[in-house]
């Protein structure tokens, strides 16, 4: 036999080979019914296939299927088996429910007359166990229960408060007034449309919250004037891509690249990303347009003609009145909780600088299993951006230390900002302590940056030690020799009598009878 394989007779013999074995895997896929629910176990590692049979009429095909063991995972593909490396749409979420849709009308795949097959995998080291069912529809989502379906054109007629960009009448669409709050749900693997008109030409900032009021789902909010937001043409983005944000918000203002301005705006809550569509997402949403940075926060007035904030006190840190200061004592320890995904800021107002001071903040974490950051800044509000210094507490250890030089302290001003920036889900609790580290030669410093000399020693710094002379001292000491010795000196010499009486005593005259002469002792 030639064994060449390119010759006529192995081709054939490839092919029979490749028949037969589509043939023995083609004899193992379940063929479904439409609307029918299908359970299956798969052993680790494995595969179990599906097929349904499309024929022109329908408009979409959907595949939902519920986990109840293990970690399945679906794949998807046109007129051949799927593996997890070769198909055409998948899911693979770690959520319980898993959904693929495949519409004529949208997508990157598009449905087509034919044969689809379905196949779940079993991920990891345990068996999966799962139930699935497909539907056909001869309208997009069969309307999605808010719309009337055209067979003959396969589109629908949306209800009022449907009526979007969606096809499948799926999304519902408000009409927003500014400032209130509107309460609400986006089911999963849907989104949710807010109308609203800006009308005031002094508003320098359009800002969009959205509020968690329970689940995990990982949403994305999308802001974008004059037309509905998608996940690939918006103004403004925010994303949650691991379900534990509290908040989201979007803004525009005058300086970004679409700025803010009069007119209709559109918001998006997008609960359809991929990996994502296992929970609904109940919501709180309200939209402001303010004439001042975020309208104060709450926290001062706003001058409509400036744009600029008065903030209340202990409220003047940033422009916007949006961080509260807890002013820190020197030496005093400051506790705090700081709330998941929050930031706390501290205020430090230095007494007036001396050379030789420098500025030590000590952050410690109180029995948290998560470290925050922590940043210092002069003057504003410090953050990852736009900071003096900054530092991570690591994993080794509770406590992390920040220090400002005494230079950089009398140049910068005696007003420095700390913020701790929780970056997890949990609170973390933190004792703050500020204190000014004065290089005091002998002695301690003090928290206000003054020393504490040690016996012995004196001046600013501890540099001088009592009873040791100085220059000046020696000068003045040696004056006061040189005039006392000229004082002896004119005593001596009778400059000054008065003066010298006991020290200079007249002498006696002693009269010897051995000579003719007089002799005079002194």
Same mark, same amino acid.
């Given at each position: ?17 490749i028949?037969?074995?589509a ?31 499309? +024929? ?5 095909? &959907? ?13 998807? #593909? ?13 899911? !693979? ?13 949208? *997508?990157?795949?598009?449905l087509?007359? *034919?044969?689809y ?13 799962? &139930? ?17 379906? %055209? ?16 096809s ?22 849907? !989104?949710?449309?807010? =109308? ?27 802001l ?11 103004d ?12 989201? =918000? ?26 994502a &569509? ?7 949403? !309200? ?6 940075p ?34 820190? &004592? ?38 948290? =299993? ?23 507490l ?11 030089a005494?230079? %950089? ?7 420095w ?39 012995g ?5 501890? =540099? ?6 100085? #220059? ?7 004056l ?22 006991? #020290?200079?005593?007249?002498? +006696?005259?002693?009269?010897?009878n ?5 002799? *005079?002792?002194?």
């Amino acid at each position: 036999m030639n064994r060449n394989r390119n010759s006529p007779e192995m081709r054939r013999i490839l092919a029979l080979i490749i028949a037969c074995n589509a043939v023995f895997v083609l004899s193992k896929v379940e063929w479904l019914e439409p609307e029918r629910w299908y359970d299956a176990t798969v052993a680790p590692g494995h595969y179990h296939y599906y097929g349904i049979n499309v +024929t022109e009429e329908y408009a979409e095909l &959907s595949v939902d299927m519920k986990a109840s063991g293990g970690d399945p995972d679906i794949y998807v #593909r046109f007129n051949n088996l799927p593996t997890k490396e070769v198909y055409d749409l998948s899911d !693979t979420s770690i959520t319980t429910d898993h959904l693929i849709r495949i519409r004529s009308d949208e *997508g990157q795949v598009r449905l087509r007359a *034919g044969s689809y097959y379905i196949a779940v995998y079993a991920y990891g080291s345990a068996e999966a166990r799962s &139930s699935l069912r497909a539907r056909l529809y001869k309208c997009p989502g069969d309307c999605s229960g808010h719309g009337s379906c %055209d067979a003959a054109t396969k589109t629908c007629q949306c209800n009022e408060g449907y009526r979007t960009d969606r096809s499948d009448c799926s999304a519902q669409l408000l009409k927003l007034q500014l400032g209130e709050t509107y309460v609400g749900t986006v089911p999963r693997m849907s !989104t949710l449309y807010a =109308e609203f008109e800006l009308k005031d030409e002094n508003a320098i900032e359009l800002r969009g919250f959205l509020q968690r009021r329970g689940g995990y789902a990982r949403v994305q909010l999308l802001l974008r004037r004059g037309g509905f937001p998608s996940p690939t043409h918006w103004d403004a983005q925010d994303i949650d891509f691991w379900g534990a944000r509290s908040e989201l =918000e979007v803004a525009v203002t005058r300086d970004s690249e679409v700025p803010v301005r009069t007119g209709k705006w559109y918001l998006a809550i997008d609960n359809e990303r991929e990996g994502a &569509s296992g929970e609904d997402f109940p919501f709180k949403l !309200t939209v402001h347009g303010y004439a001042c940075p975020r309208g104060c926060s709450g926290h001062g007035t706003c001058n409509a003609e400036s744009h600029e904030c008065a903030c209340d006190p202990e409220w003047d840190a940033a422009k916007d009145c949006s961080a509260a200061n807890h002013p820190l &004592s020197l030496g005093v320890d400051h506790v705090a909780s700081v709330l998941g995904f929050e930031k706390a800021n501290f205020k430090i107002v230095l007494p007036a600088m001396r050379g030789g001071s420098e500025l030590v903040v000590q952050v410690r974490t109180m029995g948290s =299993e998560h470290y925050p950051r922590v940043y210092i800044n002069p003057l504003t509000l410090p953050d990852a951006a736009s900071r003096w210094a900054a530092n991570r507490l690591p994993q080794a250890s509770d406590t992390a230390v920040l220090r400002v030089a005494s230079g %950089d302290l009398l140049e910068q001003g005696n007003i420095w900002f700390v913020q701790v920036d929780n970056e997890h889900e949990r609170p973390v609790n933190v004792s703050v302590r500020a204190a000014l580290a004065a290089f005091c030669a002998h002695g301690k410093s003090n928290p206000d940056g003054s020393c504490d000399c040690n016996r012995g020693w004196t001046g600013t710094f501890c =540099e001088e030690k009592r009873g040791v002379m100085t #220059r000046a001292g020696a000068v003045v000491l040696s004056l006061a020799m040189l005039s006392v010795g000229m004082l002896v000196a004119f005593c001596i010499k009778r400059y000054w009598p008065e003066l010298c009486a006991r #020290r200079q005593p007249e002498p +006696t005259l002693q009269y010897s009878n051995l000579g003719t002469g007089l002799i *005079g002792d002194q």
